[in-house]
């Protein structure tokens, strides 16, 4: 029962903190032709779509999520990494991509768990 109201309260959190994040982006819009003519933007080259947004990784010996090219975890579980097979540590380390809010949650699912 601990471990489900655990897993509920990691769920949670997580959806709250990640909803109010994308909530406070401004909205994208199109530029005008005007912006278009003085204004040139250019995407760096390290910067790729195929990237994944989130990131699932160890930080201070506990499990936490990240965002792309953060350094400051989005999230940090109360799941302590040393509780987890070898080869989910391993994994962990070198972090485990995330493609969508959904894909996050099943891996937090899993590991919480």
Do not use: H, W
Not at 101 to 113: A, F, W
């Amino acid at each position: 029962m601990k471990k489900l109201l655990l897993i509920t309260g990691c769920v949670a959190l997580l959806s709250i903190f990640i909803n109010a994040r994308t909530q406070a982006m401004p909205p994208l819009s199109a530029p005008s032709s005007q912006d278009s003519q003085t204004e040139s933007v250019s995407v760096p080259p390290e910067t790729s779509s195929d990237e994944p947004p989130y990131l699932l990784k160890e930080y201070d010996k506990r499990i936490a999520v990240f965002e792309r090219d953060k350094e400051t975890p989005l999230y940090v579980s109360e799941v302590y990494v040393s509780e987890l097979p070898k080869a989910d540590r391993r994994l962990l380390q070198n972090g485990i991509p995330a493609q969508s809010k959904k894909e996050l949650t099943r891996l937090i699912e899993d590991y919480c768990s």
